[in-house]
């Protein structure tokens, strides 16, 4: 393999229904960085059916070539045509690097196109440098959050990451860039389509993104029960913020997985982030520790929260979320 | 039916601490477990199994102390187990693991091949898909239901962020399953005693059909770079006091960063 003939920065753009998501506009955004130090090129690759008049908007975002890849085989998700698609492109193009959100679609992709292309796959990135000799060097957690690894791809390109949504930053759409606009044909092989999507369903209608919250109130193992969690929505409505929970609540069934913060749960980084009850595994701490304030109140003074807190309250959760509640309602 | 499940040993991450002072992991007294998407992975194949009567393998690749989850898998009712291991297997990054497997899988006989979604330890959930991807078998991850239709064909639940997909899937294909899919079932106490008494089959480099270049640190697309304990930050204030005066800092500190006017 030789490197020199691989080229560009390569970002999946994920849409779902049409919509690109989020994680697509920041892993651009970093794309955007990252070339402009390689001295390199962005291309956001935009599969899907019906799409391309959203091309355009991508190159405000920082990409330098949109690659549009509609077609009826790519007008919902499944594994093989969208693994198919970014193939072609892969050994066409040549990429030097390729950037997936780290979404239950993009780990479902990710994988098998780095299998396929017989490549190096980081997961789960939280930092995306330039290396001395012009590699890749992406970070991420490992062993659970405990340990962070720095990872390579030397020999083989394309250099590919998932990035978890939130953790990167979309750069503010800038108007007056200008890119081109490429419609690219994938020629399918369908003998090897076995999956067959036969219905997505939505289970929550007015689903919330707890990553878009200013402010965070969120409860663990010390609000106890239902009662507690009412209190934390009467405090959340005052404050006009969501409510999340650590792995431990959502597991109890006192509320939707959505909401999870951490490791298995959601990146978030809000203003504020209220950690009420919460012990504050390393699980827990990975998925919030970005967050401009965090406010930890807890019964124990050794709960290791308290180390990423900003301020810390040792007592009774459930207590002062009521007085404070009623505080803030005066 | 036949079923093989993969299965790995992992450190249980929940366990594992960091010491404040020297910002290292203590890893002593952490113990080993069965990965617990894995585990989900083979109650899924196990309830099969209950009820219409499949066959089911483990196969695992890891060190030698990794033959304690094959005898735990024994107890929990499976009908063989494989124990992948070879100097060769070393240093592998999920790519090279994969290839590792596949190449064992490859002597196998199979409707459904089972892995969990991702391992505690790496959580990158890229070794079932690569694995298929080695096969040219279909994939389903985060894989929560499976009900097979007959006639070749599974009808699966896959959940996504939003809620869940239903997909058709022919098989023979490859899931990776979330551990909230079910509740694995305990050892049997009968289970436990024969456990140690059954085989398991060792299986290194020469029982397996696999390219010798795409193996181990040689097979590794990746590499670490540098590992690192995560870098704390410096403790904020912590207070003990009465619920009022709690309250009051608090609502102060909220005005202080202008969250409240």
Not at chain 1, 277 to 300: F, P, R, T, W, Y
Not at chain 2, 79 to 85: E, G, K, P, V
Request: charged share 25%; net charge negative.
């Amino acid at each position: 393999m030789n490197l020199e003939e691989y080229k560009g920065i390569y970002v999946f753009i994920e849409q779902r229904e049409g919509e690109i998501q989020n994680v697509a506009l920041e892993l651009l955004g970093q794309a955007r960085k990252l070339a402009d130090e390689l001295n390199d090129k962005v291309y956001a690759m935009l599969l899907g059916h019906n799409i391309a008049d959203q091309a355009q908007s991508l190159i405000a975002r920082g990409a330098d070539e949109v690659i549009v890849v509609d077609a009826p085989e790519l007008a919902e998700y499944t594994t093989e045509p969208y693994t198919q698609a970014i193939c072609q492109i892969i050994e066409d193009r040549k990429p030097d690097s390729m950037l997936i959100g780290a979404t239950t679609l993009g780990r479902d992709l990710g994988p098998r196109v780095s299998a396929r292309a017989a490549t190096g796959l980081t997961a789960d990135c939280t930092k995306i440098e330039v290396g001395k000799n012009n590699e890749l060097l992406m970070t991420r957690p490992a062993f659970g959050g405990n340990l962070m690894a720095t990872i390579v791809c030397k020999n083989h390109r394309p250099q590919m990451g998932t990035v978890r949504p939130g953790v990167l930053f979309a750069m503010d759409a800038d108007e007056s860039r200008t890119g081109e606009v490429v419609n690219y044909e994938v020629k399918f092989n369908s003998a090897k389509f076995k999956v067959k999507l036969l219905e997505t369903v939505k289970e929550d209608t007015d689903l919330i993104d707890i990553t878009e919250a200013r402010i965070l109130v969120s409860g663990g193992r010390g609000i106890g029960n239902q009662e507690g969690f009412e209190a934390m929505d009467g405090l959340a409505d005052v404050l006009d913020a969501e409510v999340s929970a650590s792995r431990a609540m959502v597991d109890a069934g006192y509320i939707g997985h959505e909401r999870q913060v951490g490791q298995t749960g959601k990146t978030v980084r809000p203003d504020l982030y209220f950690a009420f009850g919460i012990s504050g595994a390393i699980q827990h701490v990975a998925g919030m520790e970005e967050s401009d304030l965090i406010i930890a109140v807890n019964k124990d003074k050794d709960a290791p929260i308290f180390q990423v807190a900003d301020l810390g309250i040792v007592g009774d959760a459930k207590q002062i979320i009521k007085k404070l509640t009623q505080q803030l309602e005066k | 039916m036949n079923i093989v499940v993969c299965i790995k040993q992992v450190p249980d991450t929940t366990e594992i601490k960091i010491d404040p002072k020297t910002g290292t992991l203590i890893r002593d007294g952490v113990p080993s477990i069965m990965n617990p998407d894995d585990k989900s992975g083979l109650e899924m194949a196990l309830q099969l199994k209950d009820e219409q009567g499949a066959h089911v393998t483990v196969i695992t690749m890891g060190p030698p102390q990794a033959d304690l989850i094959l005898r735990e898998a024994y107890a929990m009712g499976v009908d063989r187990a494989i124990h992948l291991t070879d100097r060769k297997f070393a240093g592998a990054d999920t790519l090279a693991t994969s290839h590792a497997l596949a190449g064992a899988l490859r002597k196998i006989d199979f409707d459904l091949l089972i892995t969990g979604r991702q391992a505690i330890d790496g959580d990158t959930a890229q070794v079932g898909p690569q694995i298929a991807e080695h096969l040219d078998l279909p994939q389903v991850s985060y894989l929560e239901d499976l009900k097979f239709d007959g006639d070749k064909t599974f009808t699966m639940k896959r959940h996504i962020e939003e809620g869940y997909q239903m997909l058709q899937v022919e098989a023979p294909c490859v899931v990776t399953v979330l551990s909230s899919a079910n509740s694995p079932r305990y050892m049997s106490v009968g289970g436990i005693v024969d456990a140690y008494q059954k085989e398991v089959e060792v299986w290194g480099f020469n029982e397996i059909e696999v390219d010798e270049k795409d193996l181990g640190l040689k097979g590794s697309p990746t590499s670490v770079h540098k590992a690192f304990a995560r870098g704390l930050k410096p403790a904020g204030e912590l207070y003990e006091v009465e619920t009022d005066e709690a309250v009051g800092i608090i609502i102060k500190k909220l005005k202080e960063k202008f969250i409240l006017n």
